[in-house]
């Protein structure tokens, strides 16, 4: 195996160097004081905004409300229909020689809304826990919000392989609401909900490297996450104009969640770069607002669901600097 020249040779390492001297004796350099010298193995940092563009993909089926004598007529958790929303991820990262970095990063997207209406000819019925039944209404106006933010630290390193290793701490909030109006000529009925999840964890994962294209592509990068946190859910409930009960149900319980991406990367200059790609987030076992009303007695005030599943998808555009 020729160890004297060609960034191939030692896939992972010195993936940008261009320095002659370094590479003229690739392996004895490594391990010797040139790479005092050799540029490519200088400390650097890299710092990257990102502008993202996403959706939350439209909760399961369900029925929350129904028009008593004509089920048609429902709120169902699956007419909950989200746009897109606009985002950013901002990361900084320290390169230390080329082969590992600490990277601090902070991620948040716009709140994303759904709104959904249905007409009603007079009862109708609240599927909680206990179902509970209100007469004369007219309509059923639903409006949902959900919201996801997060800040995390990794440390990114490499071995000779086609990939380097992720590990690092993360958070991540995910809080949802909930508000729907029964309306009536008389009394309108109104029901809300709010969930709020903070987790906290540890993740791992692989990214991409130069020396080592996909698809033979050196410009096309990909990475994968996965992570395991311990969760701090809740979730508070109210219906008014009936029972007038709240319900609060704050519970401690593991969750997981997953991000992959994958995308381009073009130098622009040698200190700048601008890339594209696809992301895919997945939260699991967190506490979702849809699903909250079928696990909520509101005559005891308690129950909730904190087993529910998010996905997020969107693409993003990013400008990194090198200095």
């Not at 594209?276 to 007695?297: C, H, I, M, S, W």
């Amino acid at each position: 195996m020729d160890l004297s020249v060609g960034s191939d040779s030692l896939p992972g390492v010195m993936s940008f160097c261009q320095c002659q001297d370094c590479n003229s004796r690739r392996f004895e350099n490594q391990f010797s004081d040139r790479r005092t010298i050799c540029e490519g193995y200088q400390p650097r940092w890299l710092a990257t905004s990102r502008v993202l563009a996403f959706t939350r993909v439209t909760p399961s089926a369900g029925v929350l409300i129904s028009d008593s004598t004509n089920p048609i007529r429902q709120v169902n958790r699956d007419d909950f229909k989200f746009g897109w929303e606009p985002g950013i991820d901002i990361s900084i990262r320290r390169v230390k020689w080329n082969e590992s970095s600490f990277e601090l990063r902070f991620m948040g997207l716009d709140s994303f809304i759904a709104n959904t209406t249905t007409g009603a000819g007079g009862p109708a019925e609240i599927h909680a826990a206990l179902p509970v039944f209100v007469s004369d209404i007219s309509s059923i106006e639903a409006a949902y919000q959900s919201d996801l933010y997060g800040f995390e630290a990794n440390w990114q390193f490499a071995t000779y392989r086609p990939f380097q290793y992720i590990a690092g701490v993360r958070y991540i909030g995910f809080d949802e609401r909930l508000n729907t109006e029964l309306n009536s000529t008389t009394a309108s009925i109104i029901y809300r909900t709010a969930t709020q999840n903070d987790l906290y964890g540890v993740q791992v994962g692989i990214t991409s490297v130069p020396d080592t294209p996909l698809l033979d592509c050196r410009w096309l990068t990909w990475s994968a996450k996965l992570g395991l946190y311990g969760n701090d859910a809740e979730q508070n409930s109210i219906l008014t104009g009936t029972v007038g009960q709240r319900a609060d149900s704050p519970a401690d319980t593991a969750a997981f969640a997953g991000e992959f991406r994958i995308g381009m990367e073009v130098p622009v200059t040698p200190c700048i770069t601008v890339s594209g790609g696809y992301t895919l987030f997945l939260l699991e076992r967190v506490a979702v607002a849809t699903d909250q009303l079928e696990k909520t007695n509101f005559f005891t005030g308690m129950g909730s669901d904190d087993q529910g599943d998010a996905l997020f998808h969107g693409g993003s555009v990013a400008l990194t600097l090198e200095f």
